[in-house]
């Protein structure tokens, strides 16, 4: 499967990260990923902060991309075929 987002591996400090970019939309994420499982985190401060300073993209928090979502609107599609449980599953996500 392919990802609708690319990644960069990042290390600052002693924590090793990848931060998704979404291929369409103008928003990151923070996460630790591993053989296609994506585990969503904050980061730390410093990292954020970097993250933040270039005011093109929306960096999302670990607590909105776990907010929960109906997966069983039949209208979209692929919600309902893949049946993501919350935000970041539905925006950064190996469907394709």
């Known amino acids: 499967m392919t990802p609708n ?8 400090g002693d924590l090793t990260v990848g931060v ?3 291929m369409h939309l103008p928003l990151i994420a923070v996460a630790e ?21 270039s005011g093109s993209f929306r960096l999302m928090t670990r607590s909105e991309l ?3 979502i109906d997966s069983t609107d039949p209208s979209e599609p692929d919600i309902a075929y893949w049946k993501p449980a919350t935000l970041g599953e539905l925006l950064f996500n190996y469907w394709d």
Do not use: K, W
């Open 66 to 68: 776990e907010t929960p």
């Open 33 to 53: 990923v591993s053989a296609g499982d994506v585990v969503f985190i904050d980061g730390r401060d410093d990292l954020r902060e970097a993250l933040q300073a």
């Open 20 to 22: 998704l970019g979404h």
């Open 5 to 12: 987002f690319h990644t960069a591996i990042m290390t600052c």
